[in-house]
């Protein structure tokens, strides 16, 4: 049986939404695929204007340092007037045993063809007043 995102990863299909989009990174960073990575960055993104190669060379060495056990959507916005739709998560990731996690609200956008990540508010748990899982789109502290 085929993950849910692997029509996403093989390029047979778009993620439907931003919620799909960012579960489907996740996978991405999960099965080492920098490539789908790459394409899933939206072209306002910071990253898109350094070299291809540089950057899916850079994701893949850090996808591969790192696991990924478990991910949990905390809330997902639909588009609104502009565009944007967020998505909030709480990413499990462990680098060398040491726990890496991390919670993140997720700008996306639509570029034509499909959703694309935009950018990122990441929090580490100890620095989060409640415990990641309770923590909504409205109670994220973005500041």
Same mark, same amino acid.
């Given at each position: 049986?085929?993950?849910? !995102?692997?029509?996403?990863?093989? =390029?047979?299909?778009?993620?439907?939404?931003?919620?799909?989009?960012?579960? !489907?990174?996740?996978?991405?960073?999960?099965?080492?695929?920098? &490539?789908?990575?790459?394409?899933?960055? #939206?072209?306002?993104?910071?990253?898109?204007?350094?070299?291809?190669?540089?950057?899916?060379?850079?994701?893949?060495?850090?996808?591969?340092?790192?696991?990924?056990? =478990?991910?949990?959507?905390?809330?997902?916005?639909?588009?609104?007037?502009?565009?944007? &739709?967020?998505?909030?998560?709480? &990413?499990?990731?462990?680098?060398?045993?040491?726990?890496? !996690?991390?919670?993140?609200?997720?700008?996306?956008? #639509?570029?034509?063809?499909?959703?694309?990540?935009?950018?990122?508010? *990441?929090?580490?748990?100890?620095?989060?007043?409640?415990?990641?899982?309770?923590?909504? *789109?409205?109670?994220?502290?973005?500041?």
């Amino acid at each position: 049986m085929s993950a849910p !995102s692997a029509p996403f990863h093989r =390029g047979e299909a778009e993620a439907p939404d931003a919620e799909r989009l960012m579960r !489907s990174r996740y996978s991405a960073f999960a099965q080492r695929d920098a &490539a789908y990575l790459w394409k899933t960055l #939206h072209p306002d993104h910071p990253l898109r204007a350094r070299p291809e190669a540089d950057v899916v060379r850079e994701l893949r060495a850090f996808a591969q340092a790192h696991q990924y056990p =478990g991910l949990t959507v905390l809330g997902h916005q639909p588009p609104d007037a502009s565009g944007l &739709a967020r998505v909030l998560f709480f &990413a499990r990731v462990f680098e060398k045993g040491r726990d890496q !996690s991390f919670v993140e609200r997720s700008d996306f956008r #639509h570029d034509g063809t499909g959703w694309r990540y935009l950018e990122g508010v *990441l929090k580490l748990p100890r620095d989060l007043p409640v415990p990641p899982e309770s923590l909504t *789109l409205d109670t994220f502290p973005a500041d």
